[in-house]
């Protein structure tokens, strides 16, 4: 009886340290992910940029907005951290029909901060719409972010990931027209088993923009404040709310604790079964 409510108390212990290690682990996680918001609310950007040094600073979360003309190229940034799985979403609202003369298609790319193209592994990248359609939803999830990869890689590393929405296909006449770009970038945690053992020394943010030289002053002091704003720009979409993770934490130590404990209960198991009943108390011993 003693030995059976043994078992029975190491074995509740066991599952205890199970789930405080899985509460602590999830507390402890790193989640540099926003509240989802709605767009131009909440204080969300309602301007795209035109390149990539101009890109307009979005949080994970916040649905942004911006309104321009057909042809032009839109253009946000936003924070990554290792083993997040992000997804883009935007949607172009168009024109009404009978202002169009055709058919339009347009395409959605997210690119590193070395502006590297990152694949799409689900979602429509690319739609084409016809001359009636009111709207294009486009999408695109990019491969898990890894904490280090080798320099060979593509692989997407922490740091800013640039977003350019803009037509690929359109009739010249169409050209111009008045449109509207709501764009909203989430990220979902992939777990541990995405981690690798290396960390990079800095992420990858723009933080310095080296402008051209200019030899009137004029025009330096013009590009001077350029940049300046540049900067701030790349400052601004530089880390996230929450700061970047620090790399060592992953659910990897939940299951390495769970094991040790597990590794230690059947041991105890294993020998008491071993070594037998034994004398009953209070029995005396045997010739």
């Known amino acids: 009886m003693r ?5 029975r108390a190491l074995a509740g212990a066991v599952l205890a340290g199970a789930a405080l290690l899985t509460t602590a682990g999830t507390a402890m996680a790193d989640d540099p992910s926003a509240s989802p918001g709605t767009g131009g609310e909440d204080g969300a950007p309602t301007a795209a940029g035109t390149t990539f040094r101009l890109a307009t600073a979005i949080r994970q979360g916040e649905r942004a907005a911006a309104e321009g003309s057909a042809g032009d190229y839109f253009y946000w940034v936003f924070p990554a951290d290792a083993g997040q799985r992000v997804t883009v979403t935007a949607t172009v609202k168009l024109p009404e029909s009978a202002g169009r003369q055709g058919a339009s298609r347009w395409r959605i790319d997210v690119h590193d901060g070395l502006r590297r193209r990152q694949a799409c592994v689900h979602g429509s990248q690319t739609r084409s719409v016809p001359a009636d359609a009111a709207s294009v939803q486009l999408a695109c999830t990019l491969r898990t972010v890894r904490a280090w990869a080798e320099p060979w ?7 800013s990931y640039y977003i350019r929405l803009t037509v690929v296909d359109l009739p010249q006449r169409d050209l111009g027209l008045p449109v509207r770009a709501e764009i909203e970038a989430t990220s979902e945690d992939a777990g541990g088993a995405h981690a690798v053992d290396g960390k990079l020394s800095t992420p990858l943010v723009p ?3 080296t402008g051209p030289d200019r030899e009137d002053r004029e025009d330096r002091d013009s590009a001077q404040e350029e940049q300046e704003e540049q900067e701030e720009t790349a400052q601004a979409a530089g880390a996230p709310e929450d700061g970047w993770s620090s790399g060592w934490w992953t659910d990897r130590w939940i299951w390495t604790a769970a094991g040790g404990l597990l590794a230690a209960f059947t041991t105890a198991a294993g020998y008491s079964l071993a070594r037998g009943p034994g004398r009953r108390p209070g029995a005396p011993p045997r010739a």
Do not use: C, H, N
């Open 207 to 209: 933080l310095t923009v």
């Open 153 to 159: 890689s593509d692989a997407p590393l922490p740091g």
């Open 3 to 7: 030995r059976t409510r043994a078992l």
